[in-house]
Nanobody
């Protein structure tokens, strides 16, 4: 059974940091590209970070570039999102997403999400 389980969401003050984790199981994690998305109330889901299955290709939108860092540990089947200098506009539910396996990337899996609230 495929599972993506996010953790680490919390209430944090502006300027603070959080580290989100996503634990994967039920598929060959090392052959999947991994993504973090977020969705704020009343807004569309947006991509905030991606990492290739090889672990050496990254992508960030301008809104988080320089503040967020994605990483993966294929030995532990986990993908992490380090979020620094958090802003109120980063408040959202954050979702882990897996797309693979190589080479056709036909499968797509989602986690249940973890809430991040940035507020004083």
């Amino acid at each position: 059974q495929v599972q993506l389980v996010e953790s680490g969401g919390d209430l944090v003050q502006p300027g603070g940091s959080l580290r989100l984790s996503c634990a994967a199981s039920g598929f060959t994690f090392s052959t999947y590209n991994m993504y973090w998305y977020r969705q704020a109330p009343g807004k569309e889901r947006e991509l905030v970070a991606s990492i290739s299955w090889t672990g050496n290709v990254f992508n960030y939108p301008a809104s988080v570039k320089g503040r967020f860092t994605i990483s993966r540990d294929n030995a532990k089947n986990t993908v992490n999102l380090q979020m620094n200098s958090l802003k109120p506009e980063d408040t959202a539910v954050y979702y882990c997403n897996a797309v693979g396996p190589v080479p056709n990337f036909l499968n797509k899996y989602w986690g249940q999400g973890t809430q991040v609230t940035v507020s004083s």
